[in-house]
Every structure is written in structure tokens, then in C-alpha cells.
């Protein structure tokens, strides 16, 4: 795998100063093709194959448009819908995620993610990604400035959400997530939004893989008041960081550092609520909505 050796990462160019984000990859915009084509040849609307395979008719355009990863359960249920021929099945073998919807200087760290054998995440200011609603994650780009075209903030959301299949692709990584007990109190869209983002965490985090930890609003100060921070370790047992800021990411290869960041969030865990505390935090936030 090739990891950069330097502190600092490539200058970002921020969206919407003359950077486009690429395009999907050749191999989703073939998947995308070919169940578009099964589908109108079964005379299907998009709206019909969604109720047959039970998905949403957004997550069906994704899927055609070559925007969206499809999972298992969508091949198989859109193969049965559209004739059992065996095409998708095989040309499902053949995906590649694409990057589109990530910003420039997190895409490095996007691969690294998905290849990891553990992942440490610690946030103050949102819900993390990999743990987001839908619906949340919508909110959060419907706010984001610049604004952004509809096609722009469906090509985040897809990117977002897909994402997450790491987490339900990998359970034997480890996944580790310490966040302000003040995120969950943000309101973000109405009282069922809310729920429905609490939920969706405790379903997320409810794997034995997976650990949340909320630091309590009447905790004290503590070791990650620096701000966010992501940590991994490779297959080859390096460990690498990331922080990000305003329209910036930097990842973080340095040993000395490194250190002192792991040093700092294993102090975190100690200073964080237990997660079974965690869970009954959320559980009660989720009794206030």
C-alpha cells in the first residue's frame, strides 16, 4: 500500500473553487448500465423496482447512475426481479467504489480506512460519519457552504452511506468512536430525525466489534481538547493519523506524533463513560425527544 512519508498532506483545493470531483468508477457506471437496461427491458419503472427489491427509488437511480455501491442484498433481489439471467451476479464480482463525493484531501484516508485493521475516532463537532443516519447526513450537506447542486449533495450522501458498508463488511476490525455527549443534543431537523440518528448509532454500535463512548457534558476538561482526531493501524502495524479543520486535512505519518496522539486517546477511553453508560445515555437522550 502506498503511504505517504511526509507530515502533511497535499494542499486541498476547497469545492467550488474550480475542483470537480472525479467520476464514479468504470465498473459502477457498467453495473449501473446494465440493471438501467434489465429494467426497461422487464418494462419496469424505477419507482416499480424499488418496491420489488425493497430498496428506495433514490437508491435505485444511485445504483444506475454508477453513484452508489450496491450491497449483496440488492444484487440478489434486482436479479430475481429482472429475470434470474446471472448478469448481475457476475458483474457484480467486478466493483470498484469509486471517490466521487469525497473531498480532495480525504480520499487518501477514505483508502486507508477500508484496509485498516483498527479504527479510533474521536469527535466533538458532528455525529462521525460512519456512524450518521441518513437523514442526519443529509442535514449536515444540506447546511454545508458553499451550497451545493442537488446532483453534487446526492454524490456526498451515496458517498457517505457507502462508507459505511465497511463497518458491516469487516466484523472482525475493530472500531473504536469517543464523541461529545453535546453532538447528540444538537438538534438536527425535527424530534423523529433525531430519533431515528440515535437509533441508527446504537444499531451501528451495537457489534462487538464496535465501541462508543460519550464524554458526559459534567465531565472534566480532558486530553483531546486539541480537537477531532481519526487513528489506524495498517495491515503492517504502522499507525497513522488524521485531523481535519476548515476546507483542510492533514494525515499524519510522523512516529513522535503518532505517539503522543495514541497516548492522548487511550487517555480519552479512560476519561470517557463506559459504553454500556454510553448506550444508557443515548437511550435516555432518546426518551427527552
Not at 422487464?42 to 424499488?50: F, H, I, K, N, Q
Request: with cysteine.
Amino acid at each position: 500500500m502506498d503511504i505517504v512519508e511526509q507530515n502533511t498532506a497535499p494542499a486541498a483545493t476547497p469545492a467550488g473553487d474550480g475542483e470537480r470531483e472525479p467520476h464514479p468508477s468504470d465498473s459502477l457506471r457498467t453495473f449501473g448500465a446494465v440493471v438501467q437496461d434489465l429494467r426497461e427491458h422487464a418494462g419496469l419503472s424505477r419507482v416499480e423496482l424499488a418496491n420489488r427489491v425493497q430498496y428506495s427509488k433514490h437508491t435505485v437511480e444511485s445504483v444506475e447512475l454508477g453513484r452508489r455501491m450496491p450491497d449483496a442484498g440488492f444484487v440478489e433481489r434486482a436479479e430475481e426481479a429482472l429475470g434470474n439471467t446471472g448478469a448481475l451476479r457476475k458483474a457484480a464480482r467486478h466493483l470498484t467504489r469509486g471517490e466521487a463525493g469525497l473531498a480532495a484531501w480525504f480520499r487518501r484516508w477514505a483508502r486507508l480506512e477500508r484496509e485498516a485493521v483498527s479504527l479510533c475516532t474521536y469527535e466533538c463537532r458532528l455525529v462521525p460519519g460512519l456512524l450518521q443516519s441518513e437523514a442526519y447526513a443529509r442535514a449536515v450537506f444540506e447546511g454545508t457552504i458553499p451550497l451545493r447542486t442537488d446532483e453534487e449533495l446526492e454524490a456526498q450522501l451515496t458517498a457517505r452511506m457507502d462508507r459505511q458498508q465497511t463497518m458491516r463488511e469487516r466484523p472482525t476490525v475493530p472500531f473504536s468512536f469517543i464523541v461529545e455527549e453535546h453532538v447528540f443534543r444538537r438538534r438536527f431537523g425535527d424530534a423523529q430525525v433525531m430519533r431515528e440518528l440515535i437509533d441508527h448509532v446504537l444499531e451501528r454500535s451495537a457489534p462487538r466489534n464496535v465501541s462508543l463512548q460519550l464524554v458526559p457534558l459534567d465531565g472534566a476538561l480532558h486530553a483531546c481538547l486539541d480537537g477531532p482526531l481519526q487513528v489506524l493501524e495498517t495491515p503492517e502495524g504502522r499507525r497513522l493519523g488524521y485531523s481535519e479543520g476548515q476546507e483542510n486535512g492533514r494525515l499524519i505519518s510522523d512516529a513522535k506524533e503518532m505517539s503522543l496522539l495514541c497516548q492522548r486517546y487511550e487517555t480519552l477511553r479512560s476519561q470517557a463513560l463506559s459504553p454500556n453508560a454510553s448506550r444508557d445515555l443515548l437511550e435516555r437522550l432518546r426518551g427527552e425527544l
